[in-house]
């Protein structure tokens, strides 16, 4: 009788297993995985070996474990710089995925009280005139970002002949609006509500926050809150000592 396969070895070679079939696309983003209780059954381990793949599996990124909703395989992670400026669109196509963008709202008016706090406007008021804008990022057919967005239009007044149904804020800012002061101010938080909705996350969920005013000159440009579900989404910063970098500079 052949001698029975340490545990061990049989968790190795499941890990190994799964990861091969998420890494080639067999198992693609989004995609649920049978219950704890069946794939142990399935090959023949224990539910704790079983539980062990999967939660090595989760730490390593390549799967979602959610509480009484099962588990998942995470979205591929894009990654920014923090102080970047980006094009949403890039990050997108960087994961090899479709863009597609779809506009929810496009208002000419004054900011409000509650937009000044969902956009994180560290002043009691703006008297400046606004385009207001509000929509979705996709990644192929998953929610990758939501963006809040106004458009100071005396800094930028052809900004009101734009539709943006079909090109994003952020992309025509880039293009025909140089800036030369950026705030960014960074925060996890759990989702609910109409967000969570639009993103397609449950209520509770973890996502990364991102508020942004870019201005030129002493006068601001814009301000943006980019809402990215933390789990497909990571921040990068590169920097060196202050002694390095001071040696460095011209």
Not at 126 to 149: M, N, S, W
Request: hydrophobic share 45%.
């Amino acid at each position: 009788m052949a001698a029975q396969q340490p545990a061990e070895t049989l968790h190795s070679r499941i890990l190994d297993a799964f990861r091969s079939k998420i890494v080639d696309g067999i198992w693609p983003a989004g995609h649920q995985l049978p219950k704890e209780t069946e794939l142990a059954e399935q090959h023949g381990v224990s539910r704790m070996t079983m539980n062990k793949v999967l939660t090595q599996l989760a730490q390593e990124g390549f799967v979602v474990r959610r509480k009484r909703s099962g588990t998942f395989v995470a979205q591929a992670r894009v990654q920014s710089a923090i102080m970047e400026i980006s094009n949403i669109a890039e990050e997108v196509a960087a994961l090899g995925r479709p863009h597609r963008w779809q506009l929810l709202t496009r208002e000419r008016r004054h900011l409000h009280p509650a937009d000044l706090r969902l956009l994180g406007v560290q002043r009691p008021a703006v008297d400046d005139e606004v385009l207001f804008l509000q929509g979705v990022h996709y990644a192929g057919d998953q929610p990758f970002c939501l963006e809040t967005r106004a458009i100071n239009l005396t800094a930028v007044p052809d900004a009101a002949d734009q539709d943006f149904a079909v090109e994003p804020a952020g992309k025509w800012l880039l293009r025909v609006m140089p800036w030369t002061s950026a705030r960014h101010q960074v925060r996890a938080v759990n989702i609910a509500g109409r967000e969570a909705k639009l993103l397609s996350l449950p209520v509770g969920a973890a996502c990364l926050d991102i508020l942004r005013k870019t201005g030129i000159e002493g006068t601001w440009v814009t301000y943006a809150r980019l809402l990215y579900p933390g789990e497909a989404h990571q921040l990068v910063a590169e920097f060196e000592p202050r002694a390095a970098a001071l040696s460095n500079a011209p």
